[in-house]
C-alpha cells in the first residue's frame, strides 16, 4: 500500500458520451460548481424510471433533488421537448443555458441559471413541488446507484470495459 499513489494526486476525468457540445459541457461545469457550493452533490446524464436522460441531477444535504436541463442555444431548446417528462422526479426543474441564449424563449415559470465552464447563477428560482415519498425513495436510489456505479467505474476502468460492472 505505501507504494501506491495517493488519490489525490492525479485528477480525475470523467468519460463523456460525445452527445455534448463544447457550450453544453462548460455550461453543466458552471452548474455544478454552483450546487456544490450550495452543499448539493450532482450527477450528470442521469437516467430517470421513464427511460428519460436528465441532464443533471443534484441531490441536496435535505434530499431534495433537482434536474437540470441544459440548453446550448435557441436551436437546441426549440428541438427537444422532452423536458416536461423530467419534473415528475424532482422537487424543482431549472434550465440552465449560457448567456447567449435570450431569456424570453424559456418557460418564465421554470428556473432559470445562467451558466459558464466557470461558474453559474440563479436568475430565477424555480418553484417547489414536493415529490411523494416513493417517488423520492426511488429517485434517491437510483442516484445512488449510478453515483457508486460511476465511483466503480473510475476505480476500476478495466473491469467496466469488459462488461462486468
Not at 447563477?121 to 426511488?138: E, F, M, N, Q, T
Request: with cysteine; proline share 7%; glycine share 6%.
Amino acid at each position: 500500500m505505501s507504494d501506491s499513489p495517493a488519490l489525490v494526486s492525479r485528477p480525475i476525468v470523467l468519460p463523456t458520451d460525445g452527445r455534448q457540445s463544447t457550450i453544453a459541457l462548460g455550461v453543466q461545469r458552471g452548474v455544478r460548481r454552483l450546487f456544490a457550493q450550495l452543499g448539493h452533490v450532482s450527477l450528470p446524464e442521469f437516467t430517470l424510471a421513464n427511460g428519460r436522460r436528465a441532464d443533471l441531477i443534484a441531490l441536496a444535504p435535505d434530499g431534495a433533488l433537482t434536474i437540470v436541463e441544459i440548453k446550448s442555444s435557441v436551436a437546441d431548446f426549440r428541438a427537444d421537448r422532452k423536458w416536461p417528462d423530467y419534473e415528475d422526479f424532482c422537487d424543482r426543474f431549472y434550465f440552465a443555458v449560457p448567456e447567449t441564449v435570450p431569456f424570453d424563449i424559456l418557460p418564465e415559470d421554470r428556473g432559470l441559471i445562467v451558466a459558464d465552464s466557470f461558474g453559474a447563477a440563479i436568475v430565477r428560482a424555480a418553484s417547489h413541488h414536493p415529490l411523494a415519498g416513493a417517488r423520492r425513495k426511488a429517485v434517491t436510489l437510483r442516484f445512488a446507484h449510478s453515483a457508486a456505479s460511476l465511483l466503480h467505474a473510475l476505480a476500476d476502468p478495466d473491469r467496466v470495459a469488459d462488461g462486468r460492472l
